[in-house]
């Protein structure tokens, strides 16, 4: 059984650093896709970033330039390295696996998985920045 254990989370001052972690057990696919997403009360969850299993990474407006996606394939880990950190990033952070690409492709468009797109996700971990 597949199983995301997110860790790292807590509380910083405005332009602190957090570094997450997602420890991933019972995936034995060569190819995914994996996501940081958050959540603020009463939203959805929006992408941060992802990263496939070819080592590409995309990452959203919000937070590009501040955050840096990665993995240690030998520990089963994703982290992202979230940096100059603002209340405004106060939320619920999530990590999320699936198989296949993190692009999805029709009609001669693509876009990065959204939300909907994963269907394994972890518990969660609350990052909260005050000023």
């Known amino acids: 059984q597949l199983h995301l254990v997110e860790s790292g ?3 910083v001052q405005s332009g602190g650093s957090l570094r997450l972690s997602c420890v991933v057990s019972g995936y034995t696919y060569s190819n995914y896709c994996m996501g940081w997403f958050r959540q603020f009360p009463g939203k959805g969850r929006e992408r941060v970033a992802d990263i ?10 919000s937070m590009a330039g501040r955050v840096t996606i990665s ?12 940096n100059s950190l603002k209340p405004e990033d106060t939320a619920m952070y999530y990590c999320a696996l699936d198989g296949g690409s ?3 492709r029709f ?4 876009r ?5 797109e994963y ?4 518990q969660g971990t609350q990052v909260t920045v005050s000023s």
């Open 119 to 122: 269907n394994w996700w972890g």
């Open 52 to 61: 496939g299993s070819d080592g590409s990474t995309s990452y959203a407006d």
């Open 112 to 116: 990065r998985r959204g939300s909907h």
């Open 71 to 82: 993995r240690d394939n030998a520990k089963s880990t994703l982290y992202l390295q979230m």
């Open 102 to 104: 993190c692009w999805i």
């Open 9 to 11: 989370g807590g509380s």
């Open 107 to 110: 009609g001669g468009h693509e």
